[in-house]
């Protein structure tokens, strides 16, 4: 990915260029600086008040710093802002699921796949990865999980190793270890080259080689 020095050259250039500073703030989460991050997301909305990413992000960075009522507020005016995002609706359900409300998250997520006017499949993965890996046991679920990323599999013809990558994890939290493995290996021949996806997905295909499925550490994950 870009460094934080080409963020800041493009902030330097284009100060109202909101997504630098979106992207620049990830950066910075991804770093843990939760402070820079914060001030990167304040800027990003002082500029733009009307940018769902920025309240998005700003989300999580709050969520990290343990204020769990600002953060959901920040998700929520989000979705106001882009209520045909699934994208919106996704960080939603990530800050129900940091705040234990499942039934809140999941409740998100369908919301998001009926308005959703992002390209289908990209929320039709999204929604299985979340249903198949969340850190949360009471919000995953493995049969909604494979339907979702079946039809997300349809849609890119059955050759995104992303899209397969989800599939796996979908069949390994419904207990289907055979198809897990099956789909993971395929995800990995459609997989070009040194892509920096393929460590994670081969210790996924490990884990469902040993008949464990694979759920995510932390919801906050950028």
């Known amino acids: 990915g870009n460094s934080n020095h080409d963020y800041s050259e493009a902030i330097r250039l284009d100060p109202d260029l909101v997504v630098a500073y979106c992207s620049r703030a990830l950066n910075y989460l991804e770093e843990n600086n939760t402070d820079q991050a914060l001030i990167d997301l304040n800027e990003a909305i002082r500029r733009n008040?009307?940018?769902?990413?920025?309240?998005?992000?700003?989300?999580?960075v709050l969520l990290r710093l343990k204020q769990r009522d600002d953060a959901l507020s920040d998700a929520q005016i989000a979705v106001t802002l882009r209520p045909e995002s699934f994208e919106a609706y996704s960080f939603l359900a990530r800050v129900h699921v940091a705040r234990a409300e499942c039934e809140a998250a999941r409740a998100d997520v369908e919301c998001g796949l009926e308005v959703a006017h992002d390209p289908q499949p990209y929320a039709l993965n999204s929604a299985a990865w979340f249903y198949a890996t969340s850190p949360e046991g009471a919000?995953?679920?493995?049969?909604?999980?494979v339907e979702l990323a079946q039809k997300a599999c349809d849609l890119t013809e059955w050759k995104s190793a992303r899209t397969l990558d989800t599939l796996a994890a979908s069949y390994a939290e419904s207990g289907d270890f055979i198809q897990a493995v099956r789909w993971q290996r395929q995800a990995l021949d459609f997989l070009k080259g040194s892509a920096p996806d393929r460590a994670g997905m081969e210790r996924r295909l490990q884990l469902y080689q040993q008949q464990q499925p694979y759920h995510g550490k932390s919801p906050l994950e950028p």
């Open 49 to 60: 008040p009307k940018s769902a990413i920025a309240y998005s992000r700003r989300a999580l």
């Open 139 to 145: 919000v995953r679920d493995g049969k909604r999980a």
